[in-house]
């Protein structure tokens, strides 16, 4: 509980056996409910984040990887439905520092934004914490994704976010793309239903863990995830121009 909301955090997990009991033994205490959602993982992540016997923890399991964008759409159904006031999502790869949580909640519970971000890229060790391949792949698809959506977000594949319970209603999250564009996606959804989004700084973490995202994300996936989301606002924009013409306009012209 903090500020009278009700917190919970989504831990999307794909075997991560080694790395999720850490990662949840790090989660503030001020953090109420704790769903990690195992997408069919291969190892012992399920067990792994059991056996860490904490009260507030929930595990759900899919049968089949389903990737991580449908993760999270589990994950947040479930703990927007435990009651959560404000969801905030952290890998189980120990990849997000604790400590930035706070600073991460802060303006959604202030009522200052309904989805806040992390932001890495503004951190003063970005470049020297970020291998070189993430730092300017990064700083590319953060430009397609300000193209795409009209937002002046920086660091668009951060996965370190905290969403408000009524901004999480407001968009179609069965229809959450399913796999690693997914930030992109919801961003895309948010500014579509008028959602207001900022930027936190967070800390770069890179250690030992594995990344399962590759060439193929950054140069096919995401851009096409972004294509989709410039066309539903070109959409939305055609739908709403045609909606607020001036009755006189759409007389036939003999009329
Ligand atoms: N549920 C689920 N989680 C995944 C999947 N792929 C990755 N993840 C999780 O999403 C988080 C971020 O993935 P990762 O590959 O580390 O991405 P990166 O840190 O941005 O390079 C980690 O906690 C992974 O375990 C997946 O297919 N399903
Ligand atoms: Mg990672």
Redesign the pocket.
Known sequence: MLHNAQIAVV??????GR?IAR?LRSIPAYVDHVVV?????RDD?SACARGVGDPRVLVVR?AR????G???RTGYARAFSAGADVVAV????G?MDPCDLHGLLAPVLRGEADYAKGDRLSHPHAFARMPLS?FIGNQVLSLGTRWATGLSIRDS?C?YTALHRRAGESVPMHALWH??GYPNDLLGWLVQSGARVADVVVKPVYAD?????GLRHALFVVPFVLARVALRRVQAWLWSSHAHRPAHDQLPKNA
């Open positions: 831990v999307p997990a794909y075997n991560e790395l990662t959602v195992d997408d069919g993982s992540t899919h990887n389903a990737g991580v449908a993760a999270l952290m890998a189980g790869d990849q993430r594949q996965g796999g690693y863990e594995d990344s399962g995202i």
